[in-house]
């Protein structure tokens, strides 16, 4: 399981974090460890725990104690993530709640979608890395590399195309794609297709 901050001034949270899992039954609180002496945005805190059968989370409820000074509100949460190894299968559960001492988070799951893109090129090669991100009607996913199906970042040749997945949670319908390269991201406005 993984615990995302916010990118909201860094994220950044010195405290003792906690989580419980809703399913078909709850789990116990299970204590969140970061990596460093501060969670911050740039690196999710992991933990990996043996849970007795309690079907699908649908909820993930989140507490803190102890935090830390310098002005902090509380943590500023971006997405949780849970993955289970005994079947394969992870769940996404997006945030944007700030936990205090005197709050608890009830984050709810959102299902995973997958959206098929087809990149064209036009008339010049291009080795490199390529990312994406997805703008939607509910917010926008993270940056993700193009990949090919060996898990390489394709060579980009001219008049060609690339078709990839991206794996993300619903976040309704796609409005813009940001393509990037080189940290320089180009925006395409999705076009509808005219009514037959």
Same mark, same amino acid.
């Given at each position: !399981?993984?615990?995302?901050?916010?990118?909201?001034?860094?994220?950044?949270? =010195?405290?003792?974090?906690?989580?419980?899992?809703?399913?078909?039954?709850?789990?116990?609180?299970?204590?969140?460890?970061?990596?460093?002496?501060?969670?911050?945005?740039?690196?999710?805190?992991?933990?990996?725990?043996?849970?007795?059968?309690?079907?699908?989370?649908?909820?993930?409820?989140?507490?803190?104690?102890?935090?830390?000074?310098?002005?902090? =509100?509380?943590?500023?949460?971006?997405?949780?993530?849970?993955?289970?190894?005994?079947?394969?299968?992870?769940?996404?559960?997006?945030?944007?709640?700030?936990?205090?001492?005197?709050?608890?988070?009830?984050?709810?799951?959102?299902? !995973?979608?997958?959206?098929?893109?087809?990149?064209?090129?036009?008339?010049?090669?291009?080795?490199?890395?390529?990312?994406?991100?997805?703008?939607?009607?509910?917010?926008?996913?993270?940056?993700?590399?193009?990949?090919? =199906?060996?898990?390489?970042?394709?060579?980009?040749?001219?008049?060609?195309?690339?078709?990839? &997945?991206?794996? &993300?949670?619903?976040?309704?319908?796609?409005?813009?794609?940001?393509? =990037?390269?080189?940290?320089?991201?180009?925006?395409?406005?999705?076009?509808?297709?005219?009514?037959?």
């Amino acid at each position: !399981m993984s615990l995302t901050t916010s990118r909201a001034d860094g994220g950044k949270f =010195s405290g003792d974090v906690f989580v419980q899992l809703y399913g078909n039954y709850s789990s116990e609180w299970i204590k969140v460890p970061c990596e460093g002496s501060s969670y911050t945005s740039s690196t999710p805190a992991k933990v990996t725990v043996k849970l007795s059968d309690i079907g699908t989370p649908y909820r993930v409820d989140v507490r803190v104690e102890k935090p830390g000074g310098g002005g902090q =509100s509380g943590l500023k949460l971006d997405r949780i993530e849970v993955v289970c190894s005994a079947i394969g299968d992870n769940w996404v559960y997006p945030s944007s709640d700030t936990v205090t001492p005197d709050s608890q988070a009830y984050v709810s799951r959102k299902d !995973m979608l997958n959206h098929g893109a087809q990149i064209f090129t036009k008339d010049a090669d291009f080795d490199g890395a390529v990312f994406v991100t997805l703008v939607c009607d509910g917010g926008e996913t993270d940056e993700v590399q193009l990949l090919d =199906s060996d898990g390489n970042s394709p060579l980009w040749t001219a008049s060609d195309s690339v078709w990839v &997945t991206l794996r &993300t949670f619903d976040l309704g319908k796609v409005q813009t794609i940001k393509v =990037s390269r080189h940290g320089n991201p180009t925006s395409y406005e999705r076009e509808d297709a005219p009514p037959v």
